[in-house]
């Protein structure tokens, strides 16, 4: 039998498009359809069960709460006097997320442990708070207690017990600053002039500086008061040097006036150092004061 080519051909057309749309919907489904699997996460880390008892033993207080800087205990007691286990040593210490590492307290266990770093029981966890800090905030530590030893014929490998304490931060406070108290300041006080009182009660006053330059001048004026309060008059005669014999001494004299002044001018011959003034009145002579003579 003749069998049509052209017949085969057209007849084999539908067939072949069927099989090209059936790759292409398997394509799509093993790619394009598929979906993208979520990253598993971890689970997050359980909260250690904290308190209860444990082969006759559990911490007092379970949870210590307690202000950062302070130092606290707890205390690991028989409640229940069952007698198995005689000895206790910290395991881990876990600190909260703001401080994971525990690195801002301080734990120890008492009485003191042996080379394996067990202790007797009954025995105390001291925990000391060595943050002083702000923001505030309260920081969780997990303290893992390992109980062990034996009594009788009951033997113990070993138990847990977990303890809790708070440590509560606040912000510090800023001490309030002493007030600086300024000292009063002192009156400049206006030197008291000199004043001598004579035998007869007349009364000299020395008015001038106390100090002079040597090979200058120092210039002074004396005035007396008679006993009876009124100007004296008379003569009045004054010397600059001790004593006034020496040659290098200066003198001057004259009468009082109508105030019973007299004004003093003395060339200073005098080397540096502290000398001595002098006057003359009634016949007799008095010292008045020290004069300060600078180089």
Not at 59 to 75: F, N, R, S
Not at 134 to 155: C, E, H, K
Request: with cysteine; net charge negative; hydrophobic share 30%.
């Amino acid at each position: 039998m003749k069998t049509n080519r052209a017949t085969d051909k057209k007849n084999l057309i539908p067939l072949y498009s069927s099989v090209i749309i059936l790759f292409i919907v398997t394509l799509a489904c093993g790619t394009g359809g598929q979906q993208t699997q979520p990253t598993p996460t971890s689970p997050p880390t359980p909260t250690p069960k904290v308190g209860g008892i444990v082969w006759g033993w559990e911490c007092q207080p379970a949870t210590l709460d307690m202000l950062h800087g302070e130092t606290g205990e707890i205390h690991l007691v028989d409640v229940q006097n069952l007698g198995k286990v005689t000895g206790f040593k910290i395991g881990t210490v876990a600190g909260s997320a703001a401080d994971a590492d525990a690195s801002e307290v301080e734990v120890s266990q008492s009485p003191d442990p042996n080379t394996d770093g067990w202790s007797a029981l009954p025995g105390t966890i001291k925990i000391t708070s060595n943050a002083v800090d702000g923001p505030p905030r309260i920081v969780s530590y997990y303290i893992n207690i390992i109980l062990g030893g034996s009594s009788g014929t009951d033997q113990i490998t070993g138990g847990n017990i977990w303890c809790q304490v708070n440590v509560e931060h606040i912000v510090p406070s800023t001490p309030t600053p002493t007030p600086t108290i300024s000292p009063t300041p002192t009156a400049t006080l206006t030197p008291v002039p000199p004043v001598i009182i004579t035998k007869d009660g007349s009364r000299i006053v020395y008015t001038g500086p106390l100090q002079a330059q040597t090979n200058g001048t120092l210039e002074g004026t004396f005035q007396v008061t008679g006993p009876d309060g009124q100007p004296a008059r008379g003569t009045l005669s004054a010397t600059l040097g001790d004593p006034p014999s020496d040659p290098r001494a200066s003198h001057c004299s004259g009468e009082l006036d109508a105030d019973g002044k007299h004004i003093v001018t003395f060339n200073v011959n005098w080397p540096a150092g502290v000398t001595k003034l002098y006057v003359s009145y009634g016949g007799e002579v008095y010292e008045v004061t020290e004069i300060m003579i600078n180089p």
